[in-house]
């Protein structure tokens, strides 16, 4: 079965960077796009960014764009998101998903927790 | 940069019709999709394409879109339904995806 597993979440420092990973599993990586979402505590989802089937096209929300960047290793089977510059309003619970058919997000892992503070 | 609104939250009784409205600009003209997200779990599309529904998701749960509103219906409401909803689309214009801000539906 399909299966999307996070990682590399955790405590950090305004400023500093932290590398987050997603393990896919159960299909062709190298054939879908794939996004990372968050979802600050208690808050909605907001998307973060999504890199195509083959990492030649990737696109940014406002409020990365510039510090984050995504990018995919298809002999890994692998979707990573370097965090720079991590701001206190990034704390939330990073999620990736893989794109359908469409431009709709299934599914999505468990996420992992950043946690941004000093 | 393109919104989509959601009322905060809905309360229903069960057996009831809950309607769930992702309001946006022209979004008649979008594929809108919805997603379900119960405390402590990572979301889950239970509509793409305004209309169609993912396999395993009930046909009590259903979809429309038109003008200025999608809108999600859940028919003969369960406690099972009570969750967050997110309506999304793919604005073109940005290459941006964009998330509603979200509904939590109450089973009274």
């Known amino acids: 079965q399909v299966q999307l597993v996070e990682s590399g979440g955790g405590v950090v420092q305004p400023g500093r960077s932290l590398r987050l990973s997603c393990a896919a599993s159960?299909?062709?990586?190298?054939?879908?796009?794939m996004h990372w979402v968050r979802q600050a505590p208690g808050k909605g989802l907001e998307w973060v960014a999504v890199?195509?089937?083959?990492?030649?096209?990737?696109f940014y929300a406002d409020p990365v764009k510039g510090r984050f960047t995504i990018s995919r290793d298809s002999s890994e089977n692998t979707l990573s998101l370097q965090m720079n510059n991590l701001r206190v309003e990034d704390t939330a619970l990073y999620y990736c998903?893989?794109?359908?058919?469409?431009?709709?997000?299934?599914?999505w892992g468990q996420g992992t927790l950043v946690t941004v503070s000093s | 940069s393109y919104v989509l609104t959601q009322p905060p939250s809905v309360s229903v009784a069960p057996g009831q019709t809950a309607r769930i409205t992702c309001g946006g600009d022209n979004i008649g003209s979008k594929s809108v999709h919805w997603y379900q997200q119960k405390p402590g779990q990572a979301p889950v599309l239970v509509v793409y394409?305004?209309?169609d529904r993912p396999s395993g998701i009930p046909a009590r749960l259903s979809g429309s879109n038109s003008g200025n509103m999608a809108t999600l219906t859940i028919s003969r409401v369960e406690a099972g339904d009570e969750a967050d909803y997110y309506c999304?689309?793919?604005?073109?214009?940005?290459?941006?995806?964009?998330f509603g801000t979200g509904t939590k539906v109450t089973v009274l």
């Open positions: 890199a195509s089937y083959d990492g030649g096209n990737k």
């Open positions: 394409d305004d209309i």
């Open positions: 159960g299909f062709t990586f190298s054939s879908y796009a």
């Open positions: 998903a893989r794109n359908g058919q469409g431009n709709w997000l299934d599914p």
């Open positions: 999304q689309v793919w604005d073109s214009s940005s290459d941006h995806y964009v």
